[in-house]
Structure formats: C-alpha cells, structure tokens
C-alpha cells in the first residue's frame, strides 16, 4: 500500500494469473495534491471476508504515464 513513484519495464517472468479480484477506486483531492487511489480485494476463494488486498495511489503524473502504458499495450485504445 503505497503511492507509485515509478513505471519501468520489468524482465520478471510473469503470466495470467488464473483467479480474478474485484478493483474499487476513489479520488483523494486533499488540498495541494490529487491521489486516485486504487484497492484490490480478495479473490472469491478467500477464507476470510472482503478485505484490501492491495492498494495503489497515483499522482498526476503517474496516471498520465500509466495511460501511455495502457496505450502501447492496447493500441486500440489510443485517442484518436
């Protein structure tokens, strides 16, 4: 649970994970910086209840770099 102070690329060897979470999201605008905060939740399997898994904040920029990550990735996504 911390606040994104980077991308890079990684040379982890990773693949699809096979459960799926839920994502919820909410805007932190506390004054001098605006944080979108992203949390996952357990997968359904968990034994114990709904709770954060994982959390994320970005700033400004941190978000307009993961959307030109998100683009490359899915170029079909890219504003036209």
């Known amino acids: 649970m911390a606040r994104v102070r980077s991308f890079g690329p990684s040379s982890q060897r990773v693949k699809a ?3 799926e979470v839920d994502c919820e999201h909410v805007v ?3 004054g ?3 944080l979108l905060h992203l949390s996952t ?3 359904d399997d968990r034994a114990t209840e709904r709770t ?3 959390s994320i904040q970005l700033n400004l920029e941190r978000a307009r ?4 990550i998100i683009e490359q990735a899915f ?3 890219r504003r036209r």
Request: no cysteine; glycine share 10%.
């Open 52 to 54: 954060s898994s994982q």
């Open 28 to 30: 932190i605008d506390g």
């Open 65 to 68: 770099q993961l959307v030109e």
């Open 75 to 77: 170029p079909e996504l």
């Open 41 to 43: 939740f357990g997968s």
């Open 17 to 19: 994970h096979p459960t």
């Open 32 to 34: 001098s910086e605006r």
